[in-house]
Nanobody
């Protein structure tokens, strides 16, 4: 089993920054990783993704230019740097890991159903 534990959520003002971390343990970390979010009353949304090597990334249009995903495979950790935060970014953020090891150059990063392992989520609240 692959365990994912998020941290770094909290309350921030509009325009502020926050960095989320996701620590993985158990099953191999050499797979695509991503972050989803779910706001109250809305469906879960794939926000960002990163290939196992870190060489390819995916960003939803709503966060491109503001959020950055990165990973440190030596630490089995993936990060989400969030800048210029807006109230509409308020959501529970979930770390997710892909089903496949050694993904094919980020081919599946934008496909939500390719993520098979999930953390419990961390709340991000952006005040207006």
């Amino acid at each position: 089993q692959l365990q994912l534990v998020e941290s770094g959520g909290g309350l921030v003002q509009t325009g502020g920054s926050l960095r989320l971390s996701c620590a993985a343990s158990g099953r191999t970390f050499s797979r695509q990783m991503g972050w989803f979010r779910q706001a109250p009353g809305k469906e879960r949304e794939l926000v960002v993704g990163i290939s196992w090597s870190g060489g390819n990334t995916y960003y939803a249009a709503s966060v491109k230019g503001r959020f950055t995903i990165s990973r440190d495979n030596a630490k089995n950790t993936v990060y989400l740097q969030m800048n210029s935060l807006k109230p509409e970014d308020t959501a529970v953020y979930y770390c997710a890991a892909g089903r496949r090891e050694y993904d094919l150059g980020g081919l599946y990063l934008a496909q939500g159903d390719e993520y098979s392992y999930w953390g419990r989520g961390t709340q991000v609240t952006v005040s207006s």
